[in-house]
């Protein structure tokens, strides 16, 4: 990991710290978030409430606690409509996966999917400046075939503590088609934007999301 990758992945941590918002959570509490994480992958969905109240003695709270280390989004009825890194809105990151296809909350969550679970993954989105369709095919930190003259770019002035991550800084994670529209778009706001080619960005995601599986791994 590269010293601009590893800067990166200590500024994301400290706005969103996922890890160590798994480890505060009870074991139970810690497992739940496990099982609505791999139900994306099973099913290419997460758990309904009324699936989570089959799991744990009292739904509402566990999940509330979850959602309260921000390792899961819930809609306004209550329900589980997100679990880093995946969603249930339809957002332009497509990934997929196992013989099912999910959404992902961002372009840095979806190049982490691959990596979480070592299985092989298909990324289908765009590049958020042009429009052209971003393809990558991609086992671990490898990627086997598409568009890999493709960038990666966050905007960390969107960040805001008065907004969920999933609705402020996620939604500024993007894919940029090639370089040339990278480094345009670094240009526009060099002191909030930045930009990772595909190899430097594919280890900023597994950096930050691989520990989540790792620790559901132990807990099982």
């Excluded at 706005?15 to 918002?21: M, R, V, Y």
């Excluded at 086992?139 to 960038?151: K, N, Q, R």
């Excluded at 990278?182 to 597994?206: G, K, N």
Aim: charged share 20%; hydrophobic share 45%; proline share 3%.
């Amino acid at each position: 990991m590269n010293t601009e990758v590893s800067t990166a992945l200590k500024r994301l941590e400290s706005i969103l710290p996922l890890a160590s918002g798994l480890n505060s959570l009870s074991s139970d509490d810690a497992g739940l978030y496990c099982k609505l994480l791999s139900s994306y992958v099973q099913q290419g969905r997460t758990l309904t409430r009324d699936e989570v109240a089959k799991l744990v003695s009292n739904a509402d709270q566990a999940l509330a606690n979850v959602a309260d280390s921000k390792l899961i989004v819930l809609d306004d009825h209550g329900d589980p409509a997100g679990a880093y890194p995946f969603t249930s809105q339809e957002r332009e990151h497509k990934v997929h996966i196992n013989g099912v296809t999910v959404h992902c909350m961002c372009a840095l969550d979806a190049l982490a999917v691959s990596s979480m679970f070592d299985i092989a993954t298909v990324i289908d989105s765009q590049c958020r400046i042009t429009g052209e369709q971003i393809h990558l095919e991609q086992h671990g930190t490898v990627f086997s075939d598409g568009t890999l003259d493709a960038w990666f770019g966050i905007n960390w002035g969107a960040a805001s503590t008065d907004i969920v991550c999933a609705e402020s800084l996620c939604m500024e994670m993007m894919f940029l088609a090639n370089e040339t529209v990278a480094r345009e778009w670094l240009a526009e706001s060099p002191d909030t934007h930045e930009i990772f080619d595909l190899p430097s960005a594919v280890a900023f995601a597994a950096g930050f999301f691989v520990p989540l599986v790792e620790n559901c791994r132990q807990a099982a």
